[in-house]
Nanobody
Framework: QVQLVESGGGLVQAGGSLRLSCSASGRTFSTNAMGWFRQAPGKERAFVAAIVFSGGVTYYADSVKGRFTISRDNAKNTVYLQMNSLKPEDTAVYYC?????????????????WGQGTQVTVSS
């Protein structure tokens, strides 16, 4: 099992920044990628960004390209999501997830483990 704990959410004004963290513990050697998803009220969980551990390849949803950056600290088993130029439509619960395989990183079913989520609210 892999345990994931998110932190860093909060309330920020439009145009501001937040950095989310996702700390992994347990059988982390069984995972090869991690991603961030978000879910707004009444909407489905949506892909935000992902990073493949081998080579550090990253993927982003079109809606966040150029504003969000995903990164990983191998020594700390932690993945970060730096969010800049935040917009009210970025408001959602943000979840991190870990995947054993690296083929379906843009869909929730591609992940094996999930965190509990952290709320991000962007005011206009």
């Amino acid at each position: 099992q892999v345990q994931l704990v998110e932190s860093g959410g909060g309330l920020v004004q439009a145009g501001g920044s937040l950095r989310l963290s996702c700390s992994a513990s347990g059988r982390t050697f069984s995972t090869n990628a991690m991603g961030w998803f978000r879910q707004a009220p009444g909407k489905e969980r949506a892909f935000v960004a992902a990073i493949v551990f081998s080579g550090g390849v990253t993927y982003y949803a079109d809606s966040v390209k150029g504003r969000f950056t995903i990164s990983r600290d191998n020594a700390k088993n932690t993945v970060y999501l730096q969010m800049n130029s935040l917009k009210p439509e970025d408001t959602a619960v943000y979840y991190c997830a870990a995947a054993a395989l690296v083929y379906y990183l843009a869909v929730p079913t591609g992940y094996d483990y999930w965190g509990q989520g952290t709320q991000v609210t962007v005011s206009s």
